[in-house]
């Protein structure tokens, strides 16, 4: 997959079929606009083109950060997976935040990036404003010579998906729900650094993660049955709390995670942590020999989670 990060290494390539938009999480419904984009491309042996913002645009119009599903590198990551021929990503200004609707479809879309045919969600609005939707695509394709379609919304349960409703999953602790909407476990990446060691001494060595990015969204505090993927792409089952340690009185958030059965030193490796299930949720127990029995309790049961045991 080609990845053209800026208009400095954006080149035009009249065969784009193309969709535009954040696509934070990639869930089930930006899939399914995908595998269709990925169609229509075909059908005219067409270059299957996403085009997304960075930063986000909110953050531009409205000064707020924006919590992230999905960093530009995991984007990248599964869209390649996906097979996605070509991944752009427009440096999102003030500047382009006032282009009018028409003016960025002739000057970007067409005339920059080249598109020939464009596939959008059913909600899809853009330019200053917000102002430009589908039906002023399809008068400009008359007039610009490409064509629009149209994915309607995709439902799972008795949610419409959306980067919101995934959002929300995850903040509320339901990794579970959150899985089901993305099609795959929802993952966090970190660096493994210097922790207090407590865990190694009551028999339950933990790797201390720092995330790669601050404003990644994370699940809500509590104990999680996660496997592990590291560097070199193995596999290892774990155990993982988010939370303050109030039984040992601490105060900041952190993200440490247990890997079952595993010997060996993480100092300085990148780790990401797949979320399978919630287990329970963080308390304060009265002493560290409860909270050593409970952990047993916890890997026991992250363990039947994952499969491990019966």
Known sequence: MRRE???????????????????????????????????CARAVDGTSTVVTFDPHPREVVRGESVPLLTTLDERAEIL????????????FTHELSQMSAPDYVRRVLVDTIGARDIVIGYDHAFGRNREGDADLLREMGKELGFGIN????????????????????????????????????????????????RGREIGFPTA???????????????????WVVDEEGRRHPGMMNIGVRPTVDGTDRRYEVHLIDFDGDLYGRRLRTEFVERT???????????????????????????????
């Open 208 to 226: 201390n993660l720092k995330l790669l990015d601050p404003r990644k969204v994370t699940p809500s505090d509590g104990v999680y049955a996660v």
């Open 280 to 310: 329970r949720s963080e308390r304060r127990f009265a002493s560290l020999d409860k909270l050593t029995r409970q952990l047993s309790k916890d890997r026991i049961r992250c363990k039947a989670v994952l499969g491990l045991i019966p």
């Open 80 to 91: 390649a997976r996906l097979g996605i021929d070509r991944f752009v990503i427009i440096p």
């Open 150 to 197: 149209v994915i309607p919304a995709q439902v799972v349960g008795r949610h419409v998906v959306s980067s919101t409703e995934v959002r929300h999953a995850v903040e509320g602790g339901d990794v579970i729900g959150a899985a089901s909407m993305l099609g795959r476990n929802y993952s966090i990446d970190g660096i493994v650094v210097e922790g207090d060691r």
């Open 5 to 39: 990060h800026g208009f400095g290494e954006i080149r035009r390539d009249e065969r784009s079929v193309i969709t535009i938009g954040t696509f934070d999480g990639l869930h089930r419904g930006h899939q399914a606009i995908l595998e269709y984009l990925i169609e």
